[in-house]
């Protein structure tokens, strides 16, 4: 069974870069037909879309925060990263990895269905 | 960029209730939408995808529909397990963006 998990630091402070990565285990990183994305989720908000990395290491980001962003991939540990630099009080959140199934069998746009538990990430001095 | 607008932002039923919950896309975005259920604490769950595929695991009560730009999640008869926040979720790609609702949240009465 697929699993993802989080790993970081939970408390980053301002103008820094918080760099998290999520592991995958119960299948490869190296799917030919799934993405692999980052969303998050401000205390008491809703959902936020970061990005998306296909193994290749194409990246597709949220335009809004694209200029503070950079994914990355790394097939021999079956692991994928996020970095988000100059950081504010508003980049507090639950960020979430999560496996992007891209097409059904059938052709049709799939979606999120495996995620990692979250990891909440305070920015704070 | 693709605005989502659910609606309502609260809704309070009753178990064996049916509900219906709304999201309406500022722009055509086809048949890319999701709908997901989150629980306090807990990551959020696909239910639905291309707006009417039951996600594999989902109890049948659960449907989704579309109308033009409208989006429509429904819960055919409410059990306790289903007092949550429900997100409906949008693709469009080349290049690929995602957009989440602001959720609505369901409570018991």
């Known amino acids: 069974q697929l699993q993802l998990q989080e790993s970081g630091p939970g408390l980053v402070k301002p103008s820094e870069t918080l760099s998290l990565t999520c592991s995958v285990s119960?299948?490869?990183?190296?799917?030919?037909?799934?993405?692999w994305g980052w969303i998050r989720q401000p205390p008491g908000e809703g959902l936020e879309w970061i990005g998306n990395?296909?193994?290749?290491?194409?990246?597709f980001y949220n335009p809004s925060l694209k200029s503070r962003v950079t994914m990355s991939v790394d097939t021999s540990k079956n692991q994928f990263s996020l970095n988000v630099k100059s950081l504010t009080a508003a980049d507090t959140a639950v960020y979430y990895c999560?496996?992007?199934?891209?097409?059904?069998?059938?052709?049709?746009?799939?979606?999120?269905?495996?995620w990692g538990h979250g990891i909440l990430v305070t920015v704070s001095s | 960029d693709i605005q989502l607008t659910q609606s309502p932002s609260f809704l309070s039923a009753s178990v064996g209730d049916r509900v219906t919950i709304t999201c309406r896309a500022s722009?055509?975005?086809?048949?890319?939408l999701a709908w997901f259920q989150q629980k306090p604490g807990k990551a959020p769950r696909v239910l639905i995808y291309?707006?009417?595929i039951l996600q594999s695991g989902v109890p049948s009560r659960f449907s989704g529909s579309v109308s033009g730009t409208d989006f429509t999640l429904t819960i055919s008869s409410l059990q306790p397990e289903d007092f949550a926040t429900y997100s409906c979720?949008?693709?469009?790609?080349?290049?690929?963006?995602?957009?989440f609702g602001q959720g609505t949240r369901l409570e018991i009465k």
């Open positions: 119960g299948g490869s990183i190296n799917s030919g037909t799934y993405y």
């Open positions: 722009q055509g975005i086809s048949s890319s």
């Open positions: 291309a707006s009417s």
């Open positions: 979720q949008q693709f469009t790609g080349h290049p690929l963006s995602i957009t």
């Open positions: 999560a496996r992007d199934f891209g097409y059904d069998d059938t052709g049709h746009r799939g979606t999120f269905d495996v």
């Open positions: 990395i296909f193994y290749s290491g194409a990246t």
